[in-house]
């Protein structure tokens, strides 16, 4: 039997979704594959939406919006733009792979290629193959989706531009490629932590254990694991009476 791919699309409502009526009323064909959900403004979908739709059985996503310099709220697509390529990194980490996931950008006129976007994304995915949910996989997706959800995440998004433009008290501006590791490390950082809390939520396991699983020197595991306990989100499971200890989630 050949997989029909099952698409999950945010349009904004100014352009892409206005794209789409068009592709409708012109009668451009596009494959049915896709669930569509109207958003007023590319920059109103929330990054966690994405892994959410992978966890819900999506094998891609489409997020299509007006083009740069047309958005009706000025800057959302630019938004938009920023938190997909933050989600696409983290996609890479949990080994969904970043192909998965479309930002593009389709005017109200543009109903030919509202069409001919879709039919590509949907061959692409289905050059992909099914996504493949399993357990391993789920807790990757649900690591993705508490790490975007997370308060350091969010600021990075947000305050991104603003610290690139703005002067710090010495008049200095952050430099583009500065701002590019701070954010590479603080996405890693965060989806290893929340990558453990998942590895631990229903069996407590010991630092070892832990680093096999995630493929980490023992080193860099533990420290996440001091810091997690240092934030309060795990501590020692007081059943376990062997030598070694293991962590578990606090609630
Ligand atoms: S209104 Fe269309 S992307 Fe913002």
Not at 12 to 37: E, H, K
Not at 143 to 163: D, Q, T, Y
Request: charged share 25%; with cysteine.
């Amino acid at each position: 039997m050949s997989f029909e791919p099952k698409i999950l699309s945010f349009l904004c409502n100014w352009c892409a979704y206005a794209g789409a009526d068009l592709a409708g009323i012109s009668r451009f064909q596009y494959p049915p594959n896709t669930r569509v959900i109207r958003v007023m403004c590319s920059g109103r979908v929330d990054p966690a939406f994405i892994p959410r739709a992978f966890l819900a059985g999506y094998d891609g996503v489409m997020v299509l919006g007006c083009h740069p310099g047309d958005c009706h709220y000025l800057t959302g697509n630019y938004q938009a733009e920023r938190k997909i390529n933050l989600t696409r990194k983290l996609l890479e980490m949990a080994g969904v792979g970043s192909e998965r996931l479309l930002l593009d950008w389709v005017s109200a006129g543009e109903g030919e290629r509202f069409s001919q976007v879709v039919r590509q994304f949907v061959e692409k995915i289905r050059g992909l193959g099914p996504f493949s949910l399993d357990e391993e996989m789920r807790g990757k997706l649900k690591a993705v989706r508490a790490s975007l959800e997370g308060e350091k995440i969010r600021w990075m998004i947000g305050k991104g531009p603003e610290l690139m433009e703005k002067e710090n008290v010495y008049h200095e501006r952050l430099p583009k490629e500065r701002l590019n590791e701070a954010i590479e490390s603080t996405i890693r950082d965060e989806f290893l932590k929340n990558r453990i809390l998942t590895l631990i939520e229903s069996n407590s396991m010991a630092a070892k254990e832990i680093s096999q699983k995630l493929n980490l020197k023992l080193n860099e595991t533990l420290n996440y694991l001091v810091s997690l306990v240092n934030e309060g989100k795990i501590g020692f499971d007081p059943s376990e009476e062997g030598r070694i200890p293991k962590y578990t989630r606090n609630v």
